[in-house]
């Protein structure tokens, strides 16, 4: 079993949807959880983190942890063509642990 | 202004030939890693190091090799003994004891 587990999608919306975006893992030491949006050919860059359960919103953004079922979400409301990229979740245990990725899942938003 | 550079942004090998990736970062960030992305794999860990002088092995360290002389830089060597080295690979660095971790802009390699 992987540690994460990712709905590679493709995920298509119109513009102005609200997207929900999921990853599940299986280690119940994971603390720290990311999101990140990769567009094609780029390097990852950092949208949400957060530690712990619970929800953080930043804008458009909102990441939800849930340790509970050991599940992540990120929504984002108001959907723009920008948005068209691949989303990574990522989580870690701590201090000098490694960084456990999900695969990605692939959003196109339609105008 | 602060980040994670990478060069070149492109690389093409011939087979036999062992080539170098470079990483840089002016973060003041403790830590550095390497990590190669390949379609419907996500990002797998390569090496990655804590300090500088000291580094471990990611899951998938064979054909690979590093070093961390300086804290602000940390190079990847793709030996020959790679044998599929096709791949984005990708760097990334984060402050000691803080979660998250920032990526650098990538390097492809492409083996003819």
């Known amino acids: 079993q992987k540690e994460v587990e990712q709905d590679p999608g493709p995920l298509s919306v119109p513009e102005g949807a609200i997207v929900s975006l999921n990853c599940t893992y299986s280690n119940s030491a994971f603390q720290y959880f990311m999101w990140y949006r990769q567009y094609s050919r780029k390097g990852p860059e950092l949208l949400m983190y957060t530690y712990s359960s619970g929800n953080k919103e930043d804008g458009r953004f909102t990441a939800q942890v849930d340790k509970s079922s050991k599940y992540i979400s990120l929504f984002i409301r108001d959907s723009q063509p920008s948005d068209s990229a691949t989303y990574l979740c990522?989580?870690?245990?701590?201090?000098?642990?490694?960084?456990?990725f999900g695969t990605g899942t692939s959003l196109t938003v339609i105008p | 202004d602060g980040g994670i550079t990478q060069s070149p942004k492109y690389l093409f090998r011939k087979e036999g030939q062992n080539v170098t990736l470079s990483c840089e970062q002016n973060?003041?960030?403790?830590?550095m890693y390497w990590y190669r992305q390949d379609p419907g794999q996500g990002l797998r860990l390569i090496y990655y190091s804590q300090i500088v002088n000291d580094f471990q092995k990611g899951d998938i360290a064979e054909g690979y090799s590093v070093s961390r002389e300086k804290k602000e830089s940390f190079p990847l060597t793709v030996t020959s003994a790679q044998k599929n080295p096709t791949a984005f690979y990708l760097c990334?660095?984060?402050?000691?004891?803080?979660?998250?971790?920032?990526f650098g802009p990538g390097t492809r390699l492409t083996v003819l």
């Open positions: 973060l003041n960030h403790d830590a």
């Open positions: 990522a989580m870690s245990a701590g201090t000098g642990n490694q960084f456990y």
């Open positions: 990334a660095s984060r402050l000691a004891g803080v979660g998250e971790q920032f």
